[in-house]
C-alpha cells in the first residue's frame, strides 16, 4: 500500500461528480462547450493590473479582501431599511468558485441536505459531497422554472439552498413572483439560501434579474456570491465576492483564508477598475451576446428533434433532443463530428434528453458548431420513423 492515497472524500467526489476535465478543441473543432465569455478583457482593467504591479502592489492584500473593493461592492449591494452594507459585510474570494466553495464547506456538515434544483451548475453538487453532506436533487419544471411543490416537500429541514439566476446551465431567470412564493415557502425554517448571481448583468430584453437581495422575504437569510468572470469577461484574473448574514459572512471568510489566503493585490485593483467601467462597456458585451443569441434561436427554431427554451439570460441555450441515447454518448458523437458541447446529464438527473451550448463564441463558430448540431441530431430524428 502506497502512502500517496488519496482522503475517502476524494474516492466519494470522483465517483460522484459529472464535471469534465476539459482541455482545448481539437484541431478543426468548434467548441460551444465553454462557459467564459470570448471577448477581451476591457483595457482599463488591465492597464490598472499593470500599474499596480508596477507601483509595487505585490504583497499580500487584507485576508478579507482590499478595503477600497470591499467597500465599492459594498457600496453596490441594494440598501434597504435597517440595512446598510459595509466593507465587512463582503468577502472577496477567488472567483465565485472560491465563494460557493467557502460558504458551503463552511456551512454543511456531514449529514447535512441540501436542496438543488436541477439542473443546476455542476459545482454545487460536487462541493455538497466534498462537504460530507447530502445533495437533494429537486427537478425543475418542464418550463425550466421551479417546481414550487416540489421544492415544499424537499425544503423542510433542509440546511441549504443552492440556485444560479440567472442560471447556468438553463439560461432562465427566476423572476419576483418566483422568488417571492421562495420566501413564502421558507418562512419560519432555517434553511440558508445561496444565490449564485454570477450573470447578473446578462439578462435579455423583456427578462429582470432581481437579487435575492431585493426581496424581503428572502434576503435576511440569504448569501449572495457575485464575479467579475462573466460581465467583465474576467474568467483568469480569478476574482469574486460573497456577501449575506454575517455569521455565514465570517464563516466564509475563515475558511477561504485558511484554504486560499489572501486573493492576488494587483488583480483586486483591477477589479476596482473593472466597477469603474462606464455602464455602455458592460451593455456592448450584452448586446453582443444578444445577437448572438438571436442566431441561435432563429437556427433552432422549427428544426424536428430539437427543442429550445429562449434564454432569458447567461449565454446558454439548454436543448433538448429527441434522440433516444444520454446525453453524455451525443457529445461523443458530436465530439467526433467536430463539435464541443456539455452533456445535460452532467447538471443533474433531469439534465439527461439535452446539451448545454454557449453562445459566448465567435459567430463563425457558433454558425458551424450549430449547423453540425442540427445536421446530426436531425438525421438522427428521420433515422428513428
Ligand atoms: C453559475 C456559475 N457560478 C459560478 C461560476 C464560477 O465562476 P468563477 O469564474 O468566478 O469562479 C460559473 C462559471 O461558469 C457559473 O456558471
Redesign the pocket.
Known amino acids: 500500500m502506497t502512502a500517496a492515497r488519496p482522503a475517502p472524500r476524494i474516492e466519494e467526489l470522483r465517483r460522484f461528480s459529472r464535471r469534465p476535465a476539459l482541455g482545448p478543441a481539437p484541431p478543426g473543432a468548434v467548441s460551444l462547450a465553454m ?2 465569455p470570448d471577448l477581451p478583457t476591457p483595457t482599463p482593467v488591465i492597464e490598472a493590473a499593470v500599474a499596480a504591479l508596477r507601483a509595487g502592489d505585490t504583497h499580500y492584500a487584507d485576508q478579507k479582501g482590499l478595503p477600497e473593493l470591499r467597500t465599492a461592492l459594498a457600496g453596490r449591494l441594494p440598501a434597504y431599511p435597517g440595512r446598510a452594507w459595509s466593507a465587512d459585510d463582503v468577502v472577496v474570494t ?5 465563494a ?1 466553495a467557502a460558504i458551503v464547506l463552511a456551512m454543511v456538515g456531514p449529514g447535512d441536505r441540501v436542496v438543488i434544483p436541477e439542473p443546476a ?1 455542476s ?1 454545487y453538487a460536487d462541493l455538497v459531497v466534498l462537504a460530507g453532506g447530502t445533495v437533494d436533487f429537486v427537478p425543475l419544471g418542464r418550463d425550466l422554472h421551479w417546481d414550487l411543490d416540489a421544492l415544499a416537500a424537499a425544503l423542510p429541514g433542509a440546511t441549504m439552498m443552492i440556485f ?1 439566476n440567472p ?2 446551465p438553463t439560461g432562465i431567470v427566476h423572476r419576483e413572483e418566483e422568488l417571492e412564493a421562495l420566501g413564502a415557502l421558507l418562512d419560519g425554517s432555517g434553511v440558508l439560501l445561496v444565490s ?1 448571481e ?2 447578473h448583468r446578462l439578462v435579455y430584453p423583456g427578462h429582470v434579474a432581481r437579487s435575492v437581495l431585493t426581496i424581503e422575504s428572502l434576503r435576511e437569510r440569504a448569501v449572495c ?1 457575485g ?4 460581465t467583465y469577461a474576467m ?1 483568469g484574473w ?3 465576492y460573497l456577501t449575506g448574514p454575517r455569521e455565514v459572512v465570517d464563516a466564509a471568510a475563515h475558511l477561504h483564508r485558511t484554504f486560499n489566503g489572501s486573493v492576488n493585490t494587483a488583480v483586486q485593483r483591477a477589479a476596482v477598475a473593472a466597477l469603474e467601467l462606464p455602464d455602455r462597456a458592460v451593455e456592448a458585451m450584452v448586446e453582443t451576446y444578444r445577437q448572438r443569441r438571436e442566431l441561435v434561436i432563429t437556427h433552432l427554431a422549427g428544426v424536428p428533434g430539437l427543442h429550445l427554451i429562449p434564454p432569458e439570460g ?1 449565454f446558454y441555450g439548454f436543448l433538448r433532443y429527441d434522440a433516444p441515447r444520454p446525453s453524455e454518448e451525443v457529445v461523443r458523437e458530436l465530439a467526433e463530428r467536430k463539435v464541443l458541447v456539455r452533456a445535460g446529464a452532467e447538471y443533474g438527473p433531469s439534465g439527461e434528453g439535452h446539451l448545454r451550448i454557449s453562445f459566448a463564441t465567435s459567430v463563425d463558430d457558433l454558425r458551424t458548431g450549430l449547423a453540425r448540431i442540427v445536421g446530426h441530431l436531425g438525421v438522427d430524428r428521420h433515422r428513428r420513423r
Open positions: 462557459g467564459e477567488h472567483g465565485a468558485t472560491g460557493l451548475y459545482l444560479s442560471s447556468n449564485d454570477a450573470y456570491v464575479t467579475f468572470s462573466k474568467t480569478r476574482v469574486g447567461a
